[in-house]
Each structure stands twice: as C-alpha cells, then as structure tokens.
C-alpha cells in the first residue's frame, strides 16, 4: 500500500553544530536514496553546502536555503510538493515542521507529512503532555513538575527535594539543563533555560542510574522491532552525547534487556510513529525499576550510531515506511535475502566516544554534565571491550595512544573521578596506576564495575608488559594476549622497549609480531552474526580471531582512501565529502575496488554502500599498514581526508606504501615551515616575515626588529591550536609560557602580523606540477581570523585584478615547484597589491566542497582522476564569469559551551559552516547569515565598537541603520563617537558601571534585538565588560557579531536587500 | 584473570579449536548448534531443548552479569527455566571472570564447574559459526589434555525422556485446568499459565493425560528428533478426538503437525536466536520471536483440515500450525521467551480464550 506521492521536500538540518552534527547528512543522504529509488521528486532544502546530501545526484532539486518556516513555505509555493519528510533532519528540520503545521502551512499548500505525524511528535516534545500520555500505558517517567517561571520552579523543587534536574522544553541536545544542589543554583539555573523555553521542567534526580537507549522502528501496520540497544559507560547525569557507550548493553540481564525493549514498543506504538524512534531509560543499578527519560520522535545521532553499529540502515528504511511500506516487505540489505523486519544480532562490541574541543575555548568549563558540549564522536568496533576502547580512545585523536601509555595524568585524580571532565576515562586509569581498587572507583565515578573491571584488566596487563624489558622476553602469549586488549604497536613499545623515537620502536614491535604470526584477522559486520551470509563487505580488524571472513585476490586494483576520522574543530563532514567523492571518481573506474578506512559513525563515507570494501577501524599507521599488507593496493589516498591522513603520509611512505598523488616528500616540504620557506624563497614568493626561535631573548630581538602585533605559534598546527596574536610585551611574555607547556618538542614560531590584510584563499588541483583547475576566494573579515571561522566570498567581489593575477601566478609555481599531483588549498595575504603566501597544503581543505558547487566543477573529481593517472582536462571555464555569488558562513556553537568567550581569534572556534547562492553579494550574505541562525533585527540594536578603526568601520553602517528607523543603543565610547559624527545613540552603561540603562538589564530584558560588540584587540585577554555583554547575548539568545567587516555586510545585506528579496531559487537555477 | 587449563573443540569434519578451559576441566561429546541471542545465558543454558548439545554463543562477550539466585516462587526456580544446565558444553570468545549484577548470586564459572559442564573461551567463534552455517550442524567435542572421547549423536537418544518430570505434578489453583506435557518445559511456560488464573497439571511426556480431567492442553518444548516421541503423538492423536484446546510450543508444534499428520525434517543448522522474524499467514502483521529448534514440519505435508499458523520470513519455514475449525494452535517459536522477545506472549492468552470458549 505505497503511498501515491509524486514530490517530496526534505529538510536537511544546515549547519554541523553541538547536538546537531555529521548523522543529519548520513541520515537525509539515505532518505534521499530511498526515496529516488522510488521514482520520486526530492526537493531538498539545506544550506550546508559542504554535505554528501547536497551534492549532484542525490536530490534531485537543491536548496541551499536556511531551514526556517519563511523559506520552506516559499519552496512550497514554487515547488507544489505533496510531501514533506521532517525527521532527517535533526531537531531543526522538526522545530521547522512543527511551526510549519501550527502555522497552518502544511494544509494550506496540501503537503502531507510522510511518516509520523506531526501532533505524535509534539506531543513527545512536550514534557508534561508526554508524562501523562506515558502514565496512561503505565510506563514511568521521572517525576517532574513544569513550570514557567522561577518562583514556580522553586516552590516545586520543596515538592520534589534536593538534587534536581532543570530541563528546558524544546531544545538541542539538553541546552539550558542541568544539576540544581539548592535554591541559589536552581534560580540561577531557572532564569537560564528561560531564555532558550517558556517552560522547563523541575525533576527528580536520577543520578547513577545506568542510561541505556533503544532504536525503535514502527510500520503503518503496526509491526515494530528495536534495531539496538545501547548502554552509557557513564551513568545517568552525563548527557548521552558526553558518554561513551556501548552496543549491545553489557551489564543488563535478558530480563532487564526485554523490559526495557517491551517497554519501548509499547511506547512507539502508543505515539504512532511511522518510521524511527529512540527511547532512553534510566534503570536503578539495583532492581528492574526503571524511568523513561527521553523519546526522540526523529532520526537522531544515537540512531546514525545504531545504523552504523549493527549494519541496518535506520534512515533509509525509517524514509521507506514513511511512503507506506510494510517492515516485511523491505530486505536486509547486508544480506540481500533476508526481510528488514528482524533485530540485527551483533557478534562484536562496538564504543562510542564523544570527541571533545574544550582546549578551543576560552573561558569554558572542562566538566561534562547534563548538556552536550562534544563536537564529534568515533565508534569503535572489537570482539571484547578491551580491544574496543583502546582502539576508541586512539581514534578520537587527542594524542592518546590507549588506555594506558599515555603521559602521566596532572590533575587531581579523586577531584576528576567525582566531578568529570573530558579527561575522566584517563583518570580512572591514573587511580588504577595509584593502586586504586574497582569499588573505590566506582564509589567516586558510579560507574558500573564491569566496565571498571575491563579497563583494570587492561591496567594489569600494561603493568606485566612494564615487567618485561625486551620483546624476546615476553611470553608470546603476554604479547597476543595484549594485541587481543587492543594495545597498539605504539604502547607495547613504550610499554616493554621504553622507546625513545617511537615510530622505530613501533616498527620493532611490528617486526617481532609478524616474524610470530601475531597479527588480526578481518571480520565482517552482518547483522546476523553469521547465520546468513553477507554481501556487503563492511569490516573491521580483531586479533580475537584466528580467520580472515574475506578473501584477497591481491591483484593491485585496490585504492585505499583514508578518512577524516572524528569531526572535531577543523575538519569535519566538509572531508567526508572530499572522500566520499573521491570513492564516487575510484567507483567509475572498472579496474579499481574501492576501499575506505574511516571509523566515524556521522559520515558517508562510513555507509557500506559508498565503496567496495569499508574499514571502519583505526587511522594509524599501524593500523593501515595492517589493511595494506591485506590489500596490496595500486595505491593509498591521503589528501582527501584532512589533517589525519596528512600526517600520515611520510611515515606510510617510509614503509614503501605506493601513495597515490603529490609525493610525500613534496608534503613534507609543504608541511615543513623551514623547507617551505626556503622554497618560497627560491620561487621569489613573499611570505610574512618569520622566525622558528628557541630562547626567549631571541623572541624578543626578532620582535623588536618586525614589531608587534605578532603571531605566534607551535610548528605543526591545525586549525591554529595554540596559535595566538600577540600586541604587546606583557602578553607575549605571558603566551610563552603557555606555549612552552603545549609543545616542548617544537620550538616556537613568531611571524609579523600584518593589520588590515585581505586574506585570500586558493583551492586548486594540479596534474604533475601543473594547475590544471582552481577557485579563487576572499575573506570578508581581514586577516587575524581563523580561515575556518571566516565568512569566504567566492568568486571574490572586492579583489583587484592585478591581486588575482599574481594569486594565480603563485599558484601555478608553487604547484611547480611542489611537483603537485592532486589537491592543495593556499592561504595568501593581500595589501594593496603586496601578495604574502601564509600557509599551503597539499591536501583537500575545507572550501572544497563549497567552491566545487559555486563553480559547479568537482575538484575532487578532477584530483582523483589526476592521481589516479587519468586524464585531466584543464578548467577553461572562467569563475570568473559566474553571474552569481557563494558566500561560506560559520556556525557557531558558543550557546552550548556556558561560559566560553564567544570571540573570533586566529584559532578556530566554529563548529561548522554553511554555503548559500545568491543572485548578488548582499542576497547570499543575507541567506548564509540567516541560514546559520541569525536574525534580522525588528527594532534595537546594542553597538560597542571597540577599537578606533572599527568604529570607523561602523559608522556608515549606523547611519544606515538610523535611517532605517532603527534604535541605535551604544557603549560609551560608541556613543560619543557616534554623537561627535552626527548618529545619535541611547547610552547604556558597561556592565561594570552598575549604573541605569545598563546593557546588562537590556539585554537580559531581551529589550535589545541585535549585538555588535567588537572586542578591543586581538588577543583573547579582553576587557571584563566585552566579555559580559558577548556572553549574555549568547546566553539570552540574541544574535552576535564581533567583528566589525561581518557586521557591515550584514547591515549593508538587511537594509538594501531585505528577507524579501533573497532569491528562491535551487541549485540549477543559478547558471 | 586466573590461571586456565588449555582445552579443544574438535568438530565431526575433522576441525580443531584451541581454546582455554573455564568449566568444569573434563572432556564431553554432543552436536554442535550455535545461538546468536545476546543476552540470556543463564536462561538458554538451563533450556532443556538444548539437552545433548554443544553450545556456541556467536555473542562474544559472556559472564558479564553472572548467574542470578536460584530462588523458587510457586515451587518454580525464579530466574532459571528448569533445575539444572542442559547444554553438555559451551563455547564463547571472551569470558568475564569478574561479573556485575545486583541480582547475581555466582559466576558464570562456578556455576558450570557446580554443574560439571566444560566451558572454553578463547575461540574464534565467528569462524566456528560459519563452519555450521556452510556445513550444518554437526557432532563435536570437547577434549581436555589427554582425555580423549568418541563422537555422539545426541538425536539418535531419546534426549525427551531424560528431561522429562518423572512424575506428575500440579501447580498454582486457578480456574482453568490445563495438563503441560512435559517433553523439556522451560519454567516460563508454567509462569506464563499460572499468570492467567489456571491450574497447571504438569505430566511427563509418555504419561496418558486423556484419562484426566482438564479444559486445555500445553505442549511444551523439548529436545531432541520428535520422532521418538510416539507415546505422546499417540496421547495427542486422542486430545484431537477429544477436541479440547491445545496450544503446543516447539517441540510441541512438531508433535501436534505429525499427530494430524504432517512429517518433520532436519534444519540445516537450526534456529538458535532471538531475532527471528515471523508473519501471521495471510495478514501483514510480523512478530520478532525466540527460537530453538533444529527441526521443523514440512507446510506441504499438512492434512486438509490444517493450515499453516506463521511462517518465517527469511526461509519460509513453518513456524506454527493450526486447525481450519478447532482449537487446536501450535508455534515453533517461544511465546513464553525467556530468553528473548516478548512479542508473543499473546499467544497464552489465545489459549485461555479457546479454553473459555470450549467450556
């Protein structure tokens, strides 16, 4: 009984942000799929530009539009659709549904919500209503008492008692929850979430109870099956986003594991969903009692975790439903013969660990609690939680080797243990190290002992591996024995040789255990456990196992690419669909297979469907050297995935690994500051000046003779880790020391900086040192932002021809010079004319997908051709003659991260971005700033303008504005400038002041629409004053700009151009 | 982790598992079956369907949450499906010797060193899976060092007989009396009918319960080829002429098919999970079941007055039967679960429907 729909309107989900991440792509990449397999229009409306779901091929009909209720029904008007999907794309696309059916927008234009209804789903977002629809069935949920206003919340807080839990109704991923001791915190608490919700909950506290997840699936008929359970390594308290988990859960007898799946069938069908859902419990420690803590009417990240877990592709089956089909009807498609309708059983474990960036960010709280504050998270796979955690903990790439082998852990144990930071995992094993027992352990942290139990297994064997001095001495069995714990190489040699040069200490160990027949068998994930074959080759590595499930045919036709890992600050889905492209070019290739290693549970790459062969295990050089010695590949990509598989590289070349591409040596000249200084040198390309120093006095002589500001920084860096300007003696001085603790490896570099620079971006792709295709953008914000947290133009508007001429020309020696076969991305500074090369990659960078689409050339396409020895042909096309405009805007996640400075610097702070098209600068500056979350001020705008220059800078745009009508509210300064140049402002004092209007009670009072607050320098140390007024704005949810150039093009976008005029046009409309 | 003993699986066509020993150290001979379910040791290992056998869990990590007090309630064990371990061995990868549950009372180890039942880990059970999934089930054994055993065929015994109740025995005071012919009945039957305000009449397997005075009939699971239980088919043959209702599970779904006159075969390598899918003949409503089994009633064999009940999805083999006209039902999968999904546990009160209706 299919439905007879015609045209279909997906919402993706925009921007990557914290609780809203990489799953939203996967999941509206395989509703799309299913849906064209159907023969049905899509009409997908997402401005994240940089997804595999936006991309050609795959809706049929692209938007790069934000996913709001204003545009949606403009898409509606022009498209006509007869249906709407709205649980792919996170709770954004369901906050949009929602409004879009109260509103009375979905009758009006007759589209039809495929899937579950949108009452069901309102009714599962409201807490209160939901409570009571459970109390019906007899299912239990916390007590919880809704209130909407504070003096409510305290009077029930006295109802409920001490410890309580605060939520708001209707947001991301727990925003606005947490913890409450006392009054004092919970009023503090209460007025928070009151910014994000007119209603939040007072519950009762759970703490250290187990939290443990089902995935739901319901058909029309009412059929329904739980795909998988999950189990929270760390107890209930700690938002699931935060905690690593594992699946199947571990410590739940079958009694407690069918309750809680009865339970959660009883539910889905209560609510009528058609298609997915996930229920989360909290169950006592100490009986079968048991709470219903959360029900996520939608697709979500556990979803795209479970999907990735078990095999069984969540989305695309959830999209299948939603057109009328039956469970039954639907095949497994692992093994192409038998029915959807069955509960994938695991013969493996798998570990979720979040990926946190707190280093990031100034000012955060390091403790994870009750509201998700991860960018990213990795899943690892094994046939015991040893071996899966330590892989885990490797994958999410913090410099942690495991477990165990890592640098001693500084801070307070006892004080981590009981309060947790995104250090705990390796607290617990510094407090084994101290002689810790499990039950001291688990007083403190409350987690379940058999997880504490595992990790102290891992604990004892590193302490008999330390027993031994020499690989010849372990007993053979200690040595597989701690392979099958998954200890990498790398411990077992820092662990028995001590090694000094860890790379060769690790190639010894690797020695040994080949010469000893010690190394893992490949396994397939099936969803049957064996008991039917599987046609898809979806693998993982183990040495818990004596064969491989898969034959070699070691022929030379395997092109291995490696993935971009955990999405983190710097690299994210913008990778994935770098490597999924690139898959896509190796794909049409006949005499090539396919072979992805990628263990990040938010991507595509990661669906075993993209390639022929998916490894979803480690990014080390141990591990792929595993896979090649497997494979015997024509060769290995690694400048597709980012910074991870850069930097491997060299070490894979080393081992006589064919990398396909630019040589690896030529990426160690790029990589390498000194060598790619001298090269510039040689080609007569300018560079800031620069010096790699070791001493103190040398600093100083080097800045006394560029003179500040300065920029300075660790050799190796991505995305600016540790990187920082500084204006002056005293914080130079005072970033040295810093500096000095972040990397005693490498000596520091200080470069001039350069004020008032445009900075320029060069994504390119060249064939034997020769460009054979490139895109060209600008910065609108000058130089001094981090290139990822910039707004990017392209094809640039503002920059002289001469400017682009002499881009290009550098472009082309560099290649040259490089011998580049592939992609690379350039950084270059522009002063009237002055062109200064800042930074060089030869690898994918992250506006690759961005410009690829603008352009509507594929780069990657071309790259992979190019290293593949295929045939290039050289771009003609001018991007030059583009009647439209791209601009790339970031998003920012500052709300979620409670106290952190929401201030742009030369590190990177966006947790993603979006890409829109307009038909002019103005109409895609609107689009992309409205797309990531900004708002068109009604009425009263708040400026503090900081420095002299940007002060400036704003003064046109203040005029403008006044003439538009609106209130101008300004800081003191602001305001006699303003005064002093005709443009009159209503003075509110500095937070400091304690004096009436203050900005403080203006922006509290939400009296203020808009916020411009331009910090007084470049470093991060600013003003008190600025830093209130940025946070509050964050924390009330008024929209905020902090640097002066964004500030003007977007009052310039809203004054001259408006909501109204924004172009409604998909993606083939702009020729 | 304490010192372990090394310890084999040596299967029929001749293959060998090294693995290390965490039972009981002797050596043991059965047919090798493999289960995929993830949680419910405790509760497969004390199935008497699993009598003779050698069981491989394709879970890999086991013990985690030891084994629960052997309480009664109503005079049955609370938490284990019958009073002892059924399975001759098993064999997992990883072993937790350290466990974590509130309602724990044992390891998983002392619990099968108390019961005399080997265990190995250690073993690549994947691979062990896909032996039995290419080859079939086959004769295996355990072997310890320098204990060395022959092969046994498990079916070729009459495993029902040795698991049986010797004699009869009655439980709970409800209203409806229902005989349970005991050919291996899990504990959760006789919870699931005592639930529903019955009397259970538990009888062993050859015993005639025609004579007695009772409104239904449960037949229960059990072990082994049904085809050497001729008593009870014979028993069943004359419950049909009585006509009172009669609900069979397993086991008792082959006895009731080859009592109206249907033939049964041997499964390659069985149904041993908790994921397996069911339809309702003739309806598009599905249910997820548990599943033990190693034979089944071939559909085209049934007589004119039967139909096939359910059927499984993926190779549409009989999963139950039932009578065109009276109220005579059968499954081949576990309604009562335990382990497993509790999708089906309906089906009891179907029973006590008919029951209500017959009277």
């Known amino acids: ?1071 | 982790m304490p010192e372990v003993q090394k310890i084999k699986l040596v299967l029929e066509d001749g293959t060998v598992f090294e693995g290390k020993s965490f039972g009981y150290h002797k050596s043991v001979a059965g047919e090798v079956v493999f289960n995929t379910a993830m949680t419910g040791y405790p509760e497969s290992l004390t199935d008497p369907s699993y009598e003779g056998q050698i069981l491989v869990s394709t879970y890999p990590l086991i013990g985690n949450y030891g084994v629960p007090k052997n309480d009664t309630e109503n005079g049955i064990p609370k938490f284990h499906e019958s009073d002892r371990i059924h399975i001759s061995g098993l064999i997992i990868s990883d072993y937790s010797f350290e466990y974590s549950h509130w309602n724990a009372e044992n390891s998983l180890r002392e619990w099968l060193i108390q019961n005399k039942v080997p265990g190995i880990f250690g073993i690549d059970t994947r691979a062990l899976t896909m032996i039995l999934r290419e080859k079939g089930s086959m004769l295996g054994k355990i072997e310890i060092e320098g204990e060395e055993i022959d092969f046994v065929d498990p079916n070729k015994e009459n495993l029902v007989a040795k698991v049986s109740v010797k004699e009869k025995k009655v439980y709970g005071n409800g209203k409806h009396k229902v005989v349970l012919v005991d050919t291996g009945a899990k504990n959760n039957i006789l919870r699931c009918l005592l639930k529903r305000d019955t009397t259970v009449i538990r009888v062993p397997w050859d015993y005639d319960f025609t004579q007695d005075d009772y409104d239904g009939i449960m037949l229960s699971n059990g072990p082994g080829d049904p085809q050497m239980c001729e008593v009870t088919i014979k028993h069943i043959q004359k419950a049909i002429e009585i006509g009172k209702p009669i609900f069979g599970i397993c086991l008792g779904n082959q006895l009731l098919g080859i009592a109206s006159g249907a033939s049964t075969y041997k499964l390659k390598y069985g149904h041993r999970a908790h994921n397996h899918p069911v339809i309702k003949v003739g309806t598009d409503t599905c249910y997820i079941t548990s599943q033990n089994h190693g034979f089944a009633i071939d559909n085209e064999t049934l007589g004119d007055e039967w139909e096939p009940f359910f059927v499984n999805i993926n190779d549409k083999t009989n999963e139950g039967v039932k009578h065109k006209t009276k109220p005579f039902f059968s499954t081949q999968f576990h309604p009562e679960a335990s382990s497993g999904p509790t999708d089906t546990e309906f089906l009891f009160d179907e029973l006590i429907a008919r029951i209500e209706e017959s009277k």
């Open chain 1, 1 to 1071: 009984m299919k439905k007879n729909v015609k045209k279909v309107v997906v919402l993706g989900s925009g921007a990557l942000k914290i609780g809203e991440a990489g799953e939203f792509d996967y999941s509206g990449s395989q509703a799309l799929k299913a849906l064209k397999e159907e023969g049905i229009e899509t009409v997908l409306i997402n401005p994240n530009i940089a997804t595999v779901q936006t991309s050609e091929g795959i809706a049929d009909k692209i938007y790069y539009l934000p996913v709001t209720p204003y545009f949606v029904e403009e898409v509606f008007k022009k498209e006509k659709p007869e249906g709407i999907l709205l649980a792919f794309g996170g709770q954004t696309a369901l906050n949009c549904g929602t409004a879009l059916y109260q509103a009375g927008t979905l009758e009006k234009y007759n589209v039809e919500v495929l899937g579950t209804p949108v009452q069901a789903i309102i009714n599962t977002e409201d807490r209160e209503i939901f409570a009571n629809q459970l109390r019906k069935i007899d299912v239990k949920t916390p007590v919880s008492i809704a209130v909407t206003t504070v003096d409510e919340a305290v009077e029930a807080s006295k109802k409920i008692g001490f410890p309580i839990i605060v939520r708001a109704a209707y947001t991301l991923g727990g925003m606005g929850s947490g913890f409450c001791h006392s009054t004092e915190e919970l009023i503090e608490r209460a007025e928070n979430a009151f910014s994000y919700s007119n209603q939040i909950l007072v519950e009762e506290s759970l703490k250290g109870w187990k939290e443990v997840e089902y995935e739901v699936v319901r058909d029309a008929y009412n059929n329904c099956i739980t795909v998988c359970n999950m189990e929270n390594f760390d107890p209930l308290g700690i938002h699931t986003g935060e905690s690593i988990v594992v699946a199947p859960s571990q410590t739940l007898s079958n009694a407690e594991y069918h309750k809680l799946r009865e339970l959660a069938i009883k539910i889905i069908r209560d609510i009528g969903i058609v298609g997915e859902c996930n229920v989360q419990y909290a169950l006592d420690p100490y009986s079968e009692d048991y709470r219903v803590i959360e029900v996520n009417a939608r697709l979500s990240r556990s979803s795209a975790l479970a999907s990735k877990a078990t095999g069984y592709p969540l989305a695309f089956i959830a999209a299948k439903l939603g057109l009328g089909y039956s469970l039954h009807e639907l095949k497994n498609s692992v093994t192409k013969t038998t029915t959807a309708f069955f509960e994938p059983a695991l013969d493996y474990i798998v570990c979720k660990i979040p990926r946190w960036d707190l280093g990031k960010f100034t000012g955060v709280s390091k403790e994870i609690g009750s509201s998700m504050k991860s960018v990213g998270e990795i899943m690892a796979i094994g046939r015991n939680f040893e071996e899966a955690i330590q892989k885990g903990l490797r994958m999410v790439g913090q410099g942690m080797h495991g477990f165990v082998g890592n640098q001693p852990f500084a801070q307070d144990v006892k004080k981590e243990l009981e309060e947790p930071t995104d250090q705990r995992v390796f607290a617990i094993a510094q407090a084994f190290e101290e002689g810790a027992s499990v039950d001291e352990i688990h007083e403190l942290t409350r987690i379940d002992k058999w997880f504490l139990e595992k990790l102290k297994n891992i604990s004892d064997h590193a302490n008999l591996l330390g027993k031994h001095d020499a690989l010849d001495k372990l007993p053979e069995e200690a040595l597989l024995d701690a392979k099958k714990m998954g200890f990498s190489d790398f411990q077992v040699a820092r662990l028995v040789l001590n090694s000094k040069n860890m790379e060769e200490g690790l190639l010894k160990v690797r020695d040994f255990r080949k010469a000893n027949g010690i190394t893992p068998v490949v396994k397939q994930i099936d969803t049957m456990a064996g008991e039917f074959p599987a046609q898809i080759n979806y693998l993982y590595l183990t040495y818990s196992g004596a064969t491989h499930d898969i034959d070699y045919e070691k022929d030379g036709k395997s092109v291995v690419v490696l993935g971009s890992g955990a999405y983190r600050i710097g690299s994210s889905v913008e990778f994935d669909w770098c490597s999924v492209n690139a898959l896509n070019t190796i794909n049409k290739q006949e005499n090539h297979r396919s072979v992805m290693i990628n263990y990040n549970p938010e991507t595509v790459s990661t669906d075993y469907d993209m390639c022929d062969r998916l490894y979803f295990d480690e990014l080390t050089q141990e591990r792929v050297l595993d896979i090649i010695d497997l494979e015997t590949p024509k060769g290995v990509i690694v400048s597709v995935g980012g910074q991870i598989p850069n930097n491997l590289a060299m070490k894979l070349h080393r081992q006589q690994v064919p990398i396909l591409g630019t040589s690896p040596e030529d990426i160690d000249r790029a990589e390498n500051r000194q060598k790619f200084s001298s090269l510039l040198d040689d080609l007569g390309v300018d560079q800031p000046r620069w010096s790699e120093l070791t001493s103190i006095e040398d600093i100083f002589t080097f800045v006394d003779e560029v003179g500040f500001p300065v920029l300075v920084r660790p050799s190796y860096v991505l995305s600016g880790a540790a990187m920082n300007v500084v204006s002056n003696k005293d914080e130079l001085e005072h970033f040295l020391t810093l500096a000095a603790n972040v990397s005693k490896e490498f000596p520091v570099v200080v470069s001039e900086f350069i004020e008032q620079a445009k900075e320029i971006e060069v994504d390119a792709v060249a064939n034997n040192g020769e460009v054979v295709g490139y895109a060209i953008s600008e910065h609108v914000e000058f130089a001094g932002v981090h290139s990822g947290d910039a707004t990017i133009v392209f094809p640039p508007q503002k920059l002289y021809v001469e400017t682009i001429r002499r881009v290009k020309r550098i472009a082309r020696e560099i290649a040259k010079g490089l011998n580049i076969t592939g992609p690379f991305n350039m950084q270059l500074l522009a002063k009237d004319n002055d062109i200064k090369v800042i930074e060089c990659n030869l690898r994918a960078s992250r506006s690759f997908p961005f410009v690829s689409k603008v352009l509507k050339v594929n780069l990657i396409d071309m790259a992979t051709r190019a290293m593949l020895g295929l045939p290039v042909e050289k771009l003609t096309k001018s991007s030059f003659e583009l009647d439209y405009v791209g601009i790339k805007a970031p998003q920012f996640s500052f709300a979620r991260l409670a106290k952190a400075d929401p201030v742009l610097g030369v590190d990177m702070s966006s947790t993603g971005e979006v890409g829109c098209i307009g038909d002019n600068y103005y109409d895609a500056i609107l689009q992309s700033m409205l797309a990531v979350g900004y708002r068109i001020p009604e009425k009263n705008i708040l400026i503090s303008s900081g420095p002299a220059r940007s002060k400036l800078e704003l003064l046109q745009s203040a005029k403008m504005l006044k003439e538009r009508g609106y209130n101008l509210f300004a800081t003191g300064g602001t305001h006699k400038f303003f005064a002093e140049n005709g443009v009159e402002t209503t003075l509110l004092h500095w937070p400091s002041e304690k004096k009436s209007p203050n900005t403080v009670e203006y922006i509290r009072d939400k009296k203020i629409d808009f916020v411009i607050n331009i910090p007084k320098n470049l470093s991060k140390d600013e003003l008190k004053n600025g830093y209130s007024i940025r946070r509050d704005a964050i924390d009330f949810n008024i929209p905020l700009i902090t640097n002066a150039r964004l500030a003007s093009a977007f009052i310039y976008s809203f004054c001259k151009w408006g909501q109204d005029n924004i172009s409604i046009k998909h993606w083939d409309e702009y020729k």
